[in-house]
Nanobody, 124 residues
Framework: QVQLVESGGGLVQAGGSLRLSCAASGRTFSKYVMGWFRQAPGKERDFVAAVSWAGVTTRYADSVKGRFTISRDNAQNTVFLQMNSLKPEDTAVYYC?????????????????WGQGTQVTVSS
């Protein structure tokens, strides 16, 4: 079992930055691929980014490439999402999630554990 708790969301103006954190419980954090998803009102939950077990490999949605950076600290059982050059269309609830294999990264149904989400609002 892995419990995930996100933090760092808030209200920011367009062009600003936020850093999300996701703290995980348990001793097996390094065995999980970690991902970030987001869900805007009335829309599906969309893939944002994923990072491999040791943090060497990453994957991003096209909409955030060059603006967002995912990273992890296995010693602290934490995964981060640095978000720069934020746009109003980035407004959503952001969720972190965990899965074992490095496959089907874009499919939320393939993730085993989820946090409760943190709200990010970008004003124009």
């Amino acid at each position: 079992q892995v419990q995930l708790v996100e933090s760092g969301g808030g209200l920011v103006q367009a062009g600003g930055s936020l850093r999300l954190s996701c703290a995980a419980s348990g001793r097996t954090f390094s065995k999980y691929v970690m991902g970030w998803f987001r869900q805007a009102p009335g829309k599906e939950r969309d893939f944002v980014a994923a990072v491999s077990w040791a943090g060497v490999t990453t994957r991003y949605a096209d909409s955030v490439k060059g603006r967002f950076t995912i990273s992890r600290d296995n010693a602290q059982n934490t995964v981060f999402l640095q978000m720069n050059s934020l746009k109003p269309e980035d407004t959503a609830v952001y969720y972190c999630a965990a899965k074992s294999p490095w496959s089907d990264l874009y499919d939320s149904r393939e993730y085993d554990y989820w946090g409760q989400g943190t709200q990010v609002t970008v004003s124009s």
